[in-house]
């Protein structure tokens, strides 16, 4: 008996499929509002029949190019990602579905499968709307794997139309006009055996299952070693006393070492989460050393006029009552004087970019410390025993400065 079954609607059996159409239809009106929404959450549907072969097909939408009703303005960008997040995955076979009557180099489906199968050995092509071509032309060299060339081929298809679908027409009746359809057209008349939906589900089922058969041992050495080093980890825990103070006190270092790496990562700027919003940590502290304080030098005020007449003073006074000759060299003790009082000017931009890169450090702290927000006591000691060392150093180098 063929029946289907909705994983939302568990135990419940749908004989007829026009009640399966509308679940469909009400679900989908569920997840994603009445106006043309999207999701990527799933509708399970699982159809029971002596007349399909086994076969697990993901249906996914088509790329939308403008917005529509309730659609968001990125609706391409959304698409694109959810179609990306299962054609990228290496054990699945793709389906590009491409109508006859568009450019096959336009093919939005063909691009994608590119991306993530560049050498299209997973990549199944499927050329639909072979009916509505215009007069004079055909798909032939397509389908005879001559214009674009792919390892697993093209297979051409015609569907029922909208007509058909709103005219009830069943899909016994479909196949036959699909099948009289490649007999008698006199392109694809040669290679009629080879087209069409009952050949299409009969070659999926063969290559879906030559692809599991050369995907199962490497995927099934990978369910061993995990399953080996779960089985490592539960011997490790078998003897586990959670008020063992051992433990406890293990634990306490392994979350301040933690800390200790993810600070040091966040200023090497080795991390494996990358802020692309704003500068933080080490790049922060990197631009104030080679731009912020650079500008703040540059806007010191500097009268060379008034310096010139400095040093000429210096110079005399340290001459005294003897009289001062031409001289290459300026004086050590009038050099050394001149310098010490220039120098003196660059203590205020230093201390400006201490303050800086020590309240840049304390950020930094912050943000590690909320991976020990689980312990909120923990987290506060570690913040304020860090911190403190910081404010410590930061009083020496100004000190030294």
Sequence with gaps: TEYAEFLHCKGKKFTDFDEVRQEIEVETDRITGMNKGISSIPINLRVYSPHVLSLTLIDL???TKVPVGDQPPDIEQQIRDMIMQFISRENCLILAVTPANTDLANSDALKLAKEVDPQGLRTIGVITKLDLMDEGTDAREILENKLLPL?????????????DIDGKKDIKAALLA???FFLSHPSYRHMADRMGTPYLQKVL???????IRD??????SKLQSQLLSIEHEVEVYKNFRPEDPTRKTKALLQMVQQFSVDFEKRIEGSGDQVDTLELSGGAKINRIFHERFPFEL??????????????????????GIRQVLPCLFTPDMAFEAIVKKQIVKLKGPCLKSVDLVMQELINTVKKCTKKLATYPRLCEETERIVAGYIREREEKTKDQV
């Design 151 to 163: 390892r697993r081929g093209y297979i051409g298809v015609v569907n029922r139309s909208q007509k």
């Design 215 to 220: 995907t199962l041992p490497a995927f099934r």
């Design 178 to 180: 699909e099948r009289k």
């Design 298 to 319: 540059v806007k010191m005020e500097f009268n060379e006029k008034e310096l010139r007449r400095e040093i000429s003073y210096a110079i005399k006074n340290i001459h």
């Design 61 to 63: 939408p088509g790329i």
């Design 205 to 211: 089922n063969q290559q879906l299952t030559n692809h």
